[in-house]
């Protein structure tokens, strides 16, 4: 009976090997850009999808592992647990062997998981990389439109600067122009002020003139009627004498 565990042990451990090499060459295959990449993602989606015999067969493979390995923890504590009741004797040949496989296939069979979890995990990477890939993409597109959006406004906003320069230096511009033109107004303005006060300073004088004139006039014409009657008194003074 040993004998034929051991056997069995043996032959469990072969496969287990050969397992565990299948599942290391289909991780390689889906890490590099193998040949057959393609082609084993599209069995793996097959099995995932299509809910046939071949998804039954890996939950049937996986199941019966589960089995084996609690059945070769339940045989590893009995005989530690066989050990410790026997400390004195302690463990025989044959048990140690059967120790040293349940160790043995324990270990295989968590590699044999940790592959097919390592397995399922890559594949659903593989199969979201695509869209992860575009949506790359397209958060590279959005940044390139809203680079190309914000150099558009830079420029924008740069010619509305050179704008405002230029309104500001016309305007500096208008403004000295005013304050020419208001000194010129009020340069004017003095001036015709001064051409008034002339103009009615000679109005004054003309008036004065008009008076001196007429009072000149008045002179005359007393001096002429003067002059009349001494020339009229003068010959009846002669015909006297």
Do not use: W
């Amino acid at each position: 009976m040993v004998q034929l565990l051991l056997i069995l042990g043996q032959g469990l451990v072969y496969l287990l090997y050969a397992l565990i090499f299948s599942e290391m060459v289909l991780i390689m295959t889906l890490l590099f850009d193998a040949p057959m990449t393609k082609t084993v993602i599209m069995e793996l989606d097959s099995l995932k999808l299509n809910q046939g015999k071949g998804l039954l067969i890996v939950k049937i493979v996986t199941g019966t592992l589960f089995l084996v390995l609690i059945a070769n923890f339940y045989s590893l504590l009995r005989i530690t647990m066989k050990n410790r009741t026997n400390e004195g004797s302690g463990l025989n040949p044959t048990e140690e062997v059967l120790k040293s496989m349940n160790v043995l296939q324990i270990s295989l069979i968590g590699i044999v998981l940790f592959l097919v979890l390592m397995i399922d995990s890559l594949h659903h990477y593989i199969k979201g990389l695509p869209s992860v890939v575009m949506a790359m993409e397209a958060a590279k597109t959005q940044n390139q439109s809203f680079r190309k959006e914000k150099t558009e406004s830079v420029q924008k906003l740069n010619t509305m600067v050179q704008e405002k320069d230029t309104l500001r230096t016309k305007l500096k511009y208008l403004e000295s122009e005013c304050e020419s033109e208001a000194n010129e107004a009020n340069k004017a303005r003095a001036e015709a002020e001064a051409l008034r006060q002339e103009s009615e300073g000679f109005l004054k004088e003309y008036d004065r003139l008009l008076a001196d004139n007429q009072n000149f006039r008045n002179q005359s014409k007393l001096v002429e009627q003067r002059f009349a009657k001494q020339s009229t008194s003068h010959p009846n003074d002669k015909k006297n004498l």
